[in-house]
């Protein structure tokens, strides 16, 4: 049996954060579906479009990830696809408690989807999407918290 992992996650932006949880997890899992999901209460910096475009270059010599879009639950989007791991990554405490809250929502409404966790690698516990997001937002140089395989600006919109 093919053991299949849903990474979810607004990913605006994709992070170092990101790259190394889902590298790791390579580890564990023979193939990992990064979905990318639609949150109409979230003001993005970047497109789902261009956000597709940004893991898939990350990933694009690794056969064994596949890149997605959806909306809606992530626990509803495993029962559509067939996938019984839900992948996340944990920063601090606040996440472990948020995401364990998350993770029993998820198994009592799909008891056969199992949350699995890995803790985020010391380095880049302190990366977050949304610090990178406001250094991007303020011209700052965001390139130490993101993938070396993209250069954020190719996505931006030009000025």
Do not use: W
């Not at 170092?16 to 949880?21: D, L, P, Q, T, Y």
């Not at 479009?49 to 596949?66: C, G, M, S, T, Y």
């Not at 495993?78 to 992948?87: D, E, G, K, S, T």
Request: with cysteine; proline share 5%.
């Amino acid at each position: 049996m093919t053991k299949v992992a849903v990474f979810p996650g607004s990913f605006d932006p994709f992070t170092v954060g990101h790259e190394s949880v889902v590298l790791r997890a390579l580890s564990l899992f023979d193939k990992i579906i990064i979905a990318v999901g639609y949150n109409a209460n979230k003001k993005s910096l970047f497109s789902i479009e261009q956000r597709l475009a940004i893991i898939r270059k990350v990933f694009e010599n690794e056969p064994r990830i596949e890149v997605i879009s959806f909306e809606g639950l992530t626990v509803d989007l495993c029962r559509r696809i067939n996938v019984l791991y839900i992948l996340r990554g944990l920063r601090t405490s606040d996440d472990f408690e948020y995401e364990r809250a998350v993770g029993q929502v998820n198994k009592a409404m799909n008891p056969e989807v199992e949350s699995v966790y890995l803790l985020t690698a010391p380095e880049h516990s302190f990366v977050n999407s949304s610090v990178v997001r406001e250094i991007i937002m303020h011209n700052g140089d965001p390139s130490q918290f993101i993938p070396k395989s993209i250069n954020i600006k190719d996505f931006l919109p030009r000025s």
